[in-house]
Nanobody, 116 residues
Framework: QVQLVESGGGLVQPGGSLRLSCVAS????????MSWYWQAPGKGRELVAR????????NYADSVKGRFTISRDNVKNTVYLQMNSLKPEDTAVYYC?????????WGQGTQVTVSS
């Protein structure tokens, strides 16, 4: 069964950094696009970053370009989100996501709070 388990969230000051991890299991990780979404209080989930199976193609939300970097390790079945120069508006629950065989799979989410 497909599982996506995020970790790495927490409280960080503005300008700080965090690295989120998402460990995947139950499917052929190297064959699927992996994504990170966020959901701020009172808002819907929005795409933050996405990476193709090979890691060659990436897409980012305009608001995080130049600050966030998505990467993946197809041996460890893990996708990462390196977040630098964090801003208070980055505060959200961050979710790992993949669409596998026409079904949507989400992790449980990890809270990131950017505050002084």
């Amino acid at each position: 069964q497909v599982q996506l388990v995020e970790s790495g969230g927490g409280l960080v000051q503005p300008g700080g950094s965090l690295r989120l991890s998402c460990v995947a299991s139950g499917f052929t990780f190297s064959a699927y696009t992996m994504s990170w979404y966020w959901q701020a209080p009172g808002k819907g989930r929005e795409l933050v970053a996405r990476m193709s199976p090979s890691g060659i193609v990436t897409n980012y939300a305009d608001s995080v370009k130049g600050r966030f970097t998505i990467s993946r390790d197809n041996v460890k079945n893990t996708v990462y989100l390196q977040m630098n120069s964090l801003k208070p508006e980055d505060t959200a629950v961050y979710y790992c996501y993949s669409r596998i065989s026409s079904s949507d799979y989400w992790g449980q989410g990890t809270q990131v709070t950017v505050s002084s």
